[in-house]
């Protein structure tokens, strides 16, 4: 089992930047991936950015260029900086982690708000 709790949402303007953090624990050590994805009101929840964990990064079209996710793997924490912020960024950011790749166990945060006023 792993626990993800996020934090670092907030309201910001366009333009603006956030940090998102999200600390996990349990079984921590056999994650093989960790990330983030997005749902916006009346959208389908969308991946944001993921990295492995030898450190490979994947990032949807939307972020590329205005995001990076990282890791401190000694706090077993993930980040996802977001930087030049726009009004469709605005959604609740809900933190992931894998473990396995057949059949994939798949763990959630609770979500954080991001709004982006324009």
């Known amino acids: 089992q792993v626990q993800l709790v996020e934090s670092g949402g907030g309201l910001v303007q366009a333009g603006g930047s956030l940090t998102l953090a999200c600390a996990a624990s349990?079984?921590?050590?056999?994650?093989?991936?960790m990330g983030w994805y997005r749902q916006a009101p009346g959208k389908q929840r969308e991946l944001v950015a993921d990295?492995?964990?030898?450190?490979?990064?994947n990032y949807a079209d939307s972020a590329k260029g205005r995001f990076t996710i990282s890791r401190d793997s000694a706090k077993n924490t993930v980040y996802l900086q977001m930087n030049s912020l726009k009004p469709e960024d605005t959604a609740v950011y809900y933190c992931?982690?894998?473990?396995?790749?057949?059949?994939?166990?798949?763990?959630w945060g609770q979500g954080t708000q991001v709004t982006v006023s324009s």
């Open positions: 992931y982690a894998r473990i396995g790749f057949v059949r994939p166990n798949v763990y």
């Open positions: 990295m492995s964990d030898n450190g490979i990064t």
């Open positions: 349990g079984s921590t050590s056999r994650i093989n991936v």
